[in-house]
């Protein structure tokens, strides 16, 4: 995948908040701090290109993705912290673009737990499906057959909560541009460190979309708006290269998910489908014996995947709104300070 070796200035129509820090005579404690924040950014990114590729998009990979967007958006909230930037100094714009930000994030996890839910709900049938399984009996196979007919019709099935999520990453990339930050060094680590919270945020976000529409027209390529001169540029290319190259490759063999633990109970799925309708013979008892037993394990997996994968895309979600929450609520109280701008509880000790 192609990306440009020169920042495109002409997207941020705000100005260019990324020249080196070095040369923009900051503060070296300011310095310091982006410094950090930037070297730990690159890590989580990294974190998340496995050695295996058959990783990518298994519901323990989208986990980890998901819990590396929460430390991201700790991170910035500890940014916030030891930058020491009161509410009442904070510019009107910036305001506006994390509020803006905030409201569309937590749209956009709603779509991802109702899916979650969804797929989670599905589990009932596939474990009704194994109870009939457990007779002998012919009508209750032909039982069986008839429940993992709706399953599978179930999963194949659009989910209108994350059809609708294309226009909201529309709005997140348009949302990388960056107020003009003017007389304030604080405020420029600040916008540049948001930015790359932001860029990690909304192409996780992407992947997920295209995870649970089972389609790649949510898939975003970011390569043009990132500028190569960022220290974690590099590591984001590789990220997105390596992720989206997988997710196609996928799609281009006729599947209907990228879901790892999804794909392989549709094939146990498969297996049995037709010594259900059709009877078996006592030949192949035991081929049929095994077909049920992978039924089992797969399914196991799958829900305890979907299970996991709800907790962390629950706990960015609460991350978001305290945030959130937070600032309104320091701004109505006209607070010297956010006690948290992204997920500290507004009862915790203000900084100075």
Known sequence: MSHPQEPQRSFFHFGNPFRSPKGSHLPPGLISLLDKFEKTLSERLQKLVPKDKSDILSLSWMKLAMESLSEIHRDIKNLITELEIPVTDWDEKWIDVYLDISV????????????????????????CVLHKLESNSPDQFLRAYSSLHSWREQIRSKNPRVEACRPVLDNLVESLDLPKVRNSAK???????????????????????????????????????????????????????????????IFSRGEFTVLRELLAVDNCANKLY???QDGFSPAQEESFKHSVSDLRKTAEKLSQGLDN????VDDFFKIVLSGRDALLCNLRAGCASPNSVLGRNTDEQSVR
Not at 116 to 124: K, V
Not at 191 to 201: D, E, H, I, P
Not at 309 to 312: F, I, T
């Open 104 to 127: 569309k994030l937590l749209d956009i996890t709603i779509a991802f737990t109702s899916e979650l839910t969804r797929l989670n709900q599905g589990h009932l049938l596939l474990q």
């Open 187 to 249: 405020g420029k680590v600040l916008m540049r460190a948001m930015y790359g919270a932001k860029v990690a945020t909304t192409y996780i976000c992407s992947v997920f979309a295209a995870a649970f529409s089972g389609s790649t027209d949510n898939l975003l390529d970011l390569s043009s708006t990132v500028p190569a001169t960022l220290p974690w540029a590099q590591v984001f290319y590789n990220v997105q290269t390596t992720v989206n190259t997988e997710i196609k490759n």
């Open 274 to 276: 037709p010594l259900l």
């Open 309 to 312: 994968l709800s907790k962390v």
